[in-house]
């Protein structure tokens, strides 16, 4: 990060401020934490966390289980916004996965069986990876515009999932697949498993190899990366592929606790969630660089807001206020004009009194 | 093919006929017309029905209990239209039904307004119309002869009472359906008169379960003293007993659950003693709204509003009575 600023009163110090205080995820770092914490307070045991069971207990628990989700949307969305693209579709495809998975334990003579919940989770993503090729081939192959693309199966892709459970909520009991769900791995719950097994593998898929910088170098500018020797066209359709797979993934996560494929709600709006938490974590949309590790505040932060409404006990008509005055807030403090002011702080003021607090 | 059909149909007629003039017989005063704007006496009724769309298992029980009920045999054609939860479509398929000239139109309108147009088109032409489930919000006037459905606040009521008798110093957490739609406001208000000063909290959990248990996880760290979960549907009630589960409490015993729906799930956990009180909300009317078509036509005198009867059940209920449930 290269810092231009003219003054440095505080030394070490003082550039460990501005590094702080430079980072794209101070703020919503800063919003978790507090939001916490005021839960906490209002609600004394908010913070505990304890074993039951022999599993772990407690809202911070559920917290991490209900950032899942939109942890693994957003993980694919992220990928695909450095690339300048966006992926409406990721709510509907939670949906179609999860009905062909359930429809099909439905129809299964086992479906308990290893094998059968093995090729329903197949099916599942599957169709997710299917759905997100099909998004690929529209932006990377046939050049329409993402927004317009990916909105295709946004809209069809429901009217799929009700084919697939031929319009019922399809519901069947199969406690191996409704584990993925709301079960636990040596005490932590599943989907945090799951999730922070993906975000592992990702990270390193993008950062160990040079795949990262591809993705940024078309979000950047396509055609000379293309020139450059970048292979657009395919690394794009790869993005795509990446968040419909995930997409799909996250839709069985969050279906199986309830094991109801209920294809009108599965996912609903769920894909403005998932750009949410991926400006929250600080990735501009308008692609180039992006920060995966914002992605796991963004996602914290927002089941944080959803949950701090009942912990409150705000009537839940507040609750799109409420995370509006939040992120408008995140935003504000985010953006680069108060950067910029924190940046070259006023001489005297508050460049030498601030040091100090961080360095204490 | 033909012969058996056509014979069919005039044996059903003939049923038709003979329903007509029972009818005829009991009403008083409604039967002097009822021969002349009817037509219903040789044919069959033709009734246009369009339903609003499949998006739960409770619209799916009520379209297959209107066709099983408006069937050639008891004396009706229906053309069933479904609006697949678009307004567009429905004002087409009502359009479709004026071409046709039904003799009535029935249907459960998508949202309230932006009817005016085609209520009044449908108005100018003569064909009754019967609004099925919801209701509509429009200046036309006298846009429908009759109405039928259920009654949201006599649910949400009839839950409060038994809590007043069965739970009277429970403290009651009301999870509510996706606010704003008339089955939310509806419950609550009439489950509020009841035992309103009972409710320590309320949120929101969109009528699905995924919701329903993210609402109830929060709310047993923001409630610990909450004894009792009101909740708007089924879905949700089953959300909570994952919640409450794990949380390490007996949901049914611990906390206590009161939903309202009655679909197979729900009285599955009502069997199970998890959930403790149901109040139905009958979507299997399409006998009652056969009923109500035939006087129409009939020209007799309808009520402004039929309301479905809504059964309520607890936790005496068999399994064989859930496994009966065809919804």
């Not at chain 2, 009317?285 to 309301?307: H, M, N, S, W």
């Amino acid at each position: 990060m290269t810092t231009s600023a003219t003054h440095s009163p505080g030394g070490r110090a003082g550039s460990l401020w501005r590094e702080v205080t430079q980072h794209g995820l101070l703020w919503p770092s800063v919003a978790l934490v507090v939001l916490l914490l005021a839960c906490g307070v209002k609600s004394p045991g908010f913070l505990d966390v304890t074993l039951r069971d022999d599993h772990l207990y407690g809202q911070l628990v559920d917290l991490l289980r209900n950032s899942a989700t939109p942890l693994l949307l957003a993980l694919g969305m992220c990928l695909v916004i450095a690339t300048g693209g966006i992926d409406l579709s990721v709510g509907a495809v939670m949906a179609m996965s999860l009905a062909v998975s359930l429809t099909y334990l439905d129809g299964a003579a086992d479906p308990s069986s290893p094998v059968t919940v093995a090729t329903a989770l197949a099916l599942g993503l599957g169709l997710g990876a299917v759905a997100g090729a099909f998004n690929g081939f529209m932006v990377a192959a046939l050049g329409i515009q993402p927004f317009i693309a990916t909105m295709i199966l946004m809209v069809a892709g429901r009217g799929i999932a009700m084919l697939i459970t031929e319009g019922q909520i399809t519901t069947v009991t199969s406690p191996p697949f409704k584990s993925l769900g709301s079960g636990f791995v040596l005490g932590i719950p599943t989907p945090v498993v799951i999730a922070v097994a993906v975000f592992v593998l990702v990270t390193l898929a993008v950062r160990r190899t040079a795949l990262g910088m591809f993705l940024e170098s078309i979000g950047i500018n396509r055609e000379a990366s293309r020139l450059a020797g970048v292979k657009a066209r395919s690394t794009t359709w790869t993005v795509y592929v990446i968040a419909g797979l995930l997409a799909g993934l996250a839709g069985i996560v969050y279906g199986a606790p309830t094991m109801a494929a209920d294809a009108n709600n599965i996912g609903l709006l769920k894909e403005l969630d998932a750009i949410m938490v991926v400006v929250l974590g600080g990735t501009r949309l308008d692609g180039g660089r992006f920060h995966l590790g914002g992605l796991v505040v963004g996602a914290l932060l927002l089941s944080a807001l959803e949950r701090a409404v009942i912990i409150f006990e705000l009537p839940s008509q507040t609750t799109p206020l409420f995370k509006a005055v939040v992120l408008i807030a995140v935003c504000v403090a985010a953006s680069p004009y108060l950067r910029g002011r924190l940046r070259t702080p006023r001489p005297g003021a508050r460049g030498a009194q601030r040091p100090v607090e961080v360095a204490a | 093919m033909s012969r058996p059909a056509s014979l069919r149909t005039r044996l059903a007629a003939l049923v038709g006929v003979g329903a007509v003039l029972a009818l005829g017989a009991c009403s008083s005063s409604g039967g002097a017309d009822a021969g002349s704007d009817g037509g219903s006496g040789g044919d069959l009724i033709r009734v246009g029905f369009s339903q609003l769309g499949a998006e739960s298992g409770w619209r799916t029980a009520n379209t297959e209990s209107v066709k099983a009920s408006l069937t050639e045999e008891n004396g009706f054609d229906l053309n069933f239209v479904d609006a697949q939860q678009k307004q567009e479509n429905q004002i087409k398929a009502l359009r479709d039904f004026v071409a046709q000239d039904v003799d009535v139109i029935a249907f459960s309108p998508v949202i309230e307004t932006g009817w005016d147009e085609v209520l009044q088109e449908i108005k100018d032409s003569g064909i009754p119309v019967v609004l099925v489930d919801r209701t509509v919000d429009t200046s036309v006037e006298d846009p429908f002869v009759t109405w039928i459905g259920a009654d949201f606040e006599q649910e949400g009521r009839t839950a409060g009472e038994w809590v007043a008798e069965n739970a009277p110093d429970a403290k009651v957490f009301e999870l509510q359906g996706t606010l704003g739609s008339g089955a939310q406001v509806d419950r609550e208000k009439g489950f509020n008169d009841v035992v309103g000063d009972q409710v320590i909290g309320k949120a929101s959990g969109n009528f699905t379960r995924a919701e329903g248990r993210t609402a109830v996880e929060a709310a047993l760290q923001a409630y610990p003293e909450m004894n009792l979960i009101f909740t708007h549907n089924d879905d949700m009630g089953l959300g909570a007993i994952e919640a409450i589960e794990a949380a390490g409490k007996v949901p049914g015993e611990d906390i206590q659950i009161v939903s309202v729906d009655g679909v197979r799930d729900g009285l599955q956990a009502l069997v199970d003693k998890k959930f403790n009180f149901v109040v139905e909300c009958n979507p299997v009317f399409g006998d009652q709204l056969a009923e109500l078509i035939r006087k129409v036509v009939d020209g007799e005198d309808v009520p402004e509003t039929t309301v479905v009867e809504d059964k309520s059940f607890d936790q005496t209920i068999t399994q064989a009575d859930v496994d009966a449930r065809p919804y």
